[in-house]
């Protein structure tokens, strides 16, 4: 049982590349999510999901898409990277019915520079 | 707008020494409480939570949460800090009904020898 595991672990982007980010469940959760983590800013929702074939924007969704086409899956993508996008990017799971008062596992992180 | 604060960005305390992180909260009504932690290089682990009856609760690795409705708070505590605990706290809200939670921007936590 392996949880929540992210890929890549680490990335160095130039301006304008593009990448995807690989979160995996094995828990059979039915909630996602993606943040970053920036010094002094704590933890930002970028998109969460609450199940297979569906996502919703979070706090700071701009610059970046998701996908979630198994439930186990979860896809951050970034299609033209810049350098604000340099932090670390945690993905969560929870299952449930009623994600606000669920657990949230967290993956390990991908801590991504972008030059 | 929901909002957690966590006045306190970083402490230092010595080992063996108590220990309270302060969180406070913004929301009509009672919302779910948690704590988690983040050690190193890691990702973050659930402390404790609080969603309704006692409101003292009891955690991992020996900690406890008090939840004060009328201050608002959902300060964690530690009778005794050891090195290992050295990490970061989030404090976090989950309004009712709703499919996500609201993060505080964290209190880095150093343990002296």
């Known amino acids: 049982n392996a949880g929540v595991t992210q890929t890549p672990k680490f990335r160095v982007l130039k301006t304008g590349q593009s990448m995807t980010l690989l979160c995996a469940q094995d828990?059979?959760?039915?909630?996602m999510y993606w943040y970053r983590q920036d010094p002094g800013m704590g933890l930002r929702l970028i998109h969460y999901?609450?199940?297979?074939?569906?996502?919703a924007k979070g706090e700071v969704p701009d610059g970046y898409n998701v996908s979630r086409l198994k439930k186990q899956n979860f896809l951050l993508g970034l299609e033209s990277a810049a350098p604000s996008q340099t932090s670390v990017y945690f993905c969560?799971?929870?299952?449930?019915?009623?994600?606000?008062?669920?657990?949230?596992?967290f993956g390990p992180g991908t801590r991504l520079t972008v030059l | 707008a929901q909002s957690v604060t966590q006045p306190d960005i970083h402490i230092t305390v010595s080992e063996g020494a108590s220990l309270e992180l302060r969180c406070n909260y913004s929301y009509g009504a009672t919302p779910y409480l948690f704590w988690y932690v983040q050690s190193p290089g890691q990702g973050l682990q659930l402390l404790l939570k609080y969603f309704s009856g006692d409101t003292l609760v009891q955690g991992i690795k020996g900690f406890e949460a008090e939840f004060k409705r009328s201050q608002s708070s959902f300060n964690l505590r530690k009778p005794s800090v050891h090195w290992s605990d050295a990490a970061e706290y989030f404090c976090?809200?989950?309004?009712?009904?709703?499919?996500?939670?609201?993060f505080g921007t964290g209190t880095r936590l150093q343990v002296f020898p």
């Open positions: 976090a809200v989950g309004p009712y009904n709703t499919d996500k939670l609201i």
């Open positions: 828990m059979n959760h039915e909630y």
């Open positions: 999901s609450v199940g297979e074939g569906t996502t």
């Open positions: 969560a799971s929870s299952g449930g019915t009623r994600p606000s008062y669920n657990e949230q596992f």
